[in-house]
């Protein structure tokens, strides 16, 4: 069993800046990657952001050059800038959780972010 407790979202203006970081607990060594999603109103979740225990990094295309994703084993941060009023959304920590052939998704409790002037 994984726990993931989010924290650092918030309301900031366009163009700003935020950090989001999450940290994981209970079973953290059976965790094979980690990263962040986020779901606005009446859209799909979406991924974001991802790395994997072998260190590999994917980010989608809509966030590609504005926010980065950094980790430290059971730690994971998403540092957003030129933050846009369409990142708005409820932001979500991911951990990817249990043998590689059976990967379990397991959740934080979401954090708000607010990009409005």
């Known amino acids: 069993q994984v726990q993931l407790v989010e924290s650092g979202g918030g309301l900031v203006q366009p163009g700003g800046s935020l950090r989001l970081s999450c940290a994981a607990s209970?079973?953290?060594?059976?965790?094979?990657?980690m990263g962040w999603y986020r779901q606005a109103p009446g859209k799909e979740r979406e991924v974001l952001s991802v790395k994997s225990n072998d260190d590999y990094t994917y980010y989608a295309d809509s966030v590609k050059g504005r926010f980065t994703i950094s980790r430290d084993n059971a730690k994971v941060y998403l540092q957003m800038n030129s933050l846009k009023p369409e990142d708005t959304a409820v932001y979500y920590c991911?951990?990817?959780?249990?043998?590689?052939?059976?990967?379990?998704?397991?959740w934080g409790q979401g954090t708000q972010v607010t990009v409005s002037s």
């Open positions: 991911n951990a990817k959780v249990g043998p590689s052939i059976a990967l379990m998704d397991y």
């Open positions: 209970g079973a953290t060594f059976s965790i094979n990657a």
